[in-house]
């Protein structure tokens, strides 16, 4: 007979998600993820200037906040056609790039990498032997004996003082925990490190958008990075390399630390690439154009159905008519009035509570879907879609993983087994890669078109009388990010944002068909039904954004336990 377990809310992560399962047999038979928590930003934006959404945007999110302000001035810029200066386009870039870097950095080591790394049996570790683990595979600086053994003195007077702190109410000693003590010694300290190279990638985001959360420099076409050479008050050399300088050193630790650390756990982990596929039909959108008219870019976009890389259809710009006529939306089982799909342009969200109905309504996410299919979409969506379509720059990255993750494995792991729990934490890392090469890139780019004379970073938008329709696409770093927008007699008469979690955690659509959470859940093995840490394992690994204790119930709602999760 199947237990349903209830793990309300999931932790470590944004937001509040309550995710159920029943279980049969050790394994996942049945799934339902559910967001608890509403906001209704879009019915607040009705009737404002299109000009100050992004300010509003921002809100839907307190991590997500930069991708939201983006996708939103691109909305606005769509429907009005406007091109923006490149000085903005690459200003822009640089800002999405580091909040990319600083987003996946923090995703593995400080959200997820616990359903791995089994802190307590640290002090057991010899550093010497985990520092020998590493000889000869990387310079960084960061893995003496020395560094180990100070990681492991926290650890040791962390366990001798009874007090656990963040760490209490982790699943240490489950049995689905495998690494060595010297290999989760080696994570942890790089845990303890992520720290600092995290805040170096928020701090650049901050030097471009005047803070962090919540950026304040970008307008509808542009941004308000004043640049004069000759002034301390503006965008000047000073401040473009310290820019240059966190970046340079970030992106070691990326190549040196963070891939190395994803690709050894994955082929320490090989199992789990054979669970946690669920939706193989993969959505991602083109990102960092690298012209004004959003016409090239450096990430690739495309889709692809069934799993099939060589059905690969790549996107030609953020609105290429196949994504643009292809998105709607469903609430069949969403809190939401009516059930009929609607593309958001045509998007409504009326709010209409019941309880918590496992054949009904059970969630305030959509359900999102794109030819009428559920789409998984985040890093593994770009990763993919860029390989199967020959993208350089993600083949060069992708086949330097696999090859390291097969040397720890002992045995040949091909990109096909990415379509897996495993394969979504190796794409983040894959994707961090990528980008931190990028960032060079288009640092270089915005220096070199300075260095013209061109110092322009705004054009100013004219709204016409009549009715507009604009959509602003963003591959954000959880995945296909898009906002759409009315715009009628110079006021947003509709708004509808299409998030990456949107994707990932919808319901049931009126055809039954699981969301990628739910779908992902299936047939995952569940050792212990009172410490569920491989439903965890799987939820993690799409770094939801929606967060932080849990309780499990029986089918009648009756407490048989209570699940801390750290």
């Excluded at 404002?48 to 509003?56: G, H, M, Q, S, T």
């Excluded at 009005?80 to 593995?108: C, M, S, T, W």
């Excluded at 003082?161 to 994570?187: D, R």
């Excluded at 996107?315 to 069949?332: C, H, L, M, N, S």
Aim: with cysteine; net charge neutral.
């Amino acid at each position: 007979m199947a237990k349903r377990i209830t793990i309300d809310p999931i932790s470590r992560i944004e937001g509040h998600l309550r995710v159920d399962v029943e279980v049969e047999n050790g394994s996942v038979s049945n799934s339902w993820a559910s967001c608890t928590m509403w906001r209704g930003i879009e019915n607040i934006l009705k009737g404002r200037d299109p000009r100050e959404a992004w300010l509003f945007t921002q809100r839907f999110c307190g991590v997500c906040t930069t991708v939201h302000a983006m996708a939103s001035v691109r909305s606005v810029e769509d429907a009005l056609k406007l091109e923006i200066p490149l000085n903005a386009q690459y200003i822009r870039n640089l800002i999405l790039i580091n909040h990319g870097l600083h987003d996946h950095i923090v995703h593995f080591y400080h959200l997820s990498a616990l359903d791995f790394v089994d802190i307590m049996k640290i002090p057991a570790a010899d550093p010497a032997k985990t520092s020998a683990l590493i000889e000869g595979l990387t310079n960084w600086p960061g893995n003496s004996k020395k560094t180990f053994a100070a990681a492991q003195d926290k650890v040791k007077a962390v366990a001798a003082s009874g007090q656990l702190g963040i760490f209490t109410n982790g699943y240490w000693g489950h049995p689905a925990m495998k690494l060595s003590p010297e290999v989760n010694l080696l994570a942890f300290a790089h845990y303890i490190q992520a720290l600092e190279y995290q805040r170096k990638s928020v701090q650049a985001v901050a030097i471009l958008g005047s803070k962090s959360p919540h950026i304040q420099n970008l307008t509808v076409g542009g941004v308000s990075n004043a640049i004069n050479l000759d002034s301390l008050a503006t965008l000047n050399m000073d401040r473009l390399f310290m820019i240059k300088k966190l970046m340079d050193e970030v992106k070691p630790f990326i190549d040196q630390v963070y891939l190395p650390d994803v690709c050894a756990i994955a082929g320490m982990y090989a199992d789990w690439f054979n669970y946690g596929a669920g939706v193989t039909n993969y959505l991602a959108s083109p990102d960092l154009p690298i012209d004004s008219k959003n016409t090239k870019f450096d990430l690739p976009g495309g889709y692809i159905m069934g799993g099939q890389l060589s059905s690969v259809h790549r996107f030609d710009g953020f609105r290429d008519k196949a994504f643009v006529d292809g998105v709607t939306e469903e609430t069949k089982h969403a809190w939401y009035k009516g059930e009929t799909p609607l593309h958001p342009w045509k998007g409504e969200t009326d709010p209409e509570y019941t309880d918590w109905q496992a054949e009904g309504k059970y969630s305030w996410v959509k359900a999102p879907r794109f030819q009428g299919q559920p789409m998984q979409v985040g890093p593994l969506a770009q990763i993919l879609v860029g390989y199967a379509s020959g993208d350089p720059l993600t083949r060069k990255h992708t086949d330097k993983a696999l090859d390291l993750i097969s040397t720890v494995a002992g045995h040949k792991i091909g990109v096909e087994k990415l379509q897996s729990t495993m394969g979504r934490h190796v794409a983040r890392a894959i994707r961090a890669s990528m980008l931190a090469e990028l960032g060079e890139k288009h640092w270089q780019l915005l220096v070199d078109n300075i260095a013209k004379g061109d110092v322009s970073i705004h054009n100013n938008p004219e709204f016409p009388s009549g009715e507009i329709e604009g959509v602003g696409v963003h591959e954000a770093p959880r995945g296909l990010l898009s906002h759409w927008t009315v715009i009628k007699g110079g006021k947003i008469a509709n708004y509808q944002a299409v998030v990456p979690s949107t994707w990932n955690g919808s319901p049931r659509d009126a055809k039954g068909q699981h969301g990628p959470y739910e779908a992902s859940l299936l047939h995952n093995p569940i050792a212990d039904p009172v410490r569920p840490l491989e439903a965890i394992r799987t939820i993690h690994s799409f770094d939801p954004c929606m967060a932080c204790a849990c309780h499990t119930f029986d089918p009648e709602g009756k407490a048989i336990a209570t699940v801390k999760v750290l």
